[in-house]
């Protein structure tokens, strides 16, 4: 997981070579991901991933509360499921990225 990282960086400064062993994600037959991957739990599963999900749907809420503070939108705020699934998703693979090359 992302804890992992800094000890190695550490023992890499006073020279020492350090492997990490990561088990990484699969997936079922049903393409549904197992196992959490480069970045362990918190990047790719848990903390990440909700507080994208989250934030989303905070602006989701402003928007349509807003017309409490005199703020006019043509149409009411909409959510579009697949485009926020494949940010998350790009986002989340991207940190697996930096943690695989690092």
Same mark, same amino acid.
């Not at 703020?71 to 697996?96: D, G």
């Given at each position: 997981?992302? #804890? #992992? ?12 070579? $350090? ?12 393409? $549904?991901?197992? #196992?959490?991957?480069?970045?362990g739990t918190c990047v790719n599963v848990g903390c990440v991933p909700k507080k994208l999900m989250f934030t989303a749907a905070a602006y989701l809420e402003g928007a ?6 005199? &703020? ?12 926020? &699934? ?5 986002? &989340?693979?991207?940190?697996? #990225? ?5």
């Open positions: 997981g992302a #804890g #992992g990282t800094a000890p190695p960086r550490r023992a890499a400064m006073y020279g020492k070579r $350090v492997a990490i062993i990561e088990r990484g994600a699969e997936w079922d037959d049903a393409g $549904v991901r197992q #196992g959490a991957g480069y970045g349509e509360e807003a017309a409490g503070y005199g &703020v006019e939108h043509a149409a009411p705020p909409s959510l579009n499921w697949p485009e926020l &699934v494949q940010r998350r998703n790009a986002y &989340v693979e991207r940190l697996n #990225g930096i943690y695989e090359r690092n």
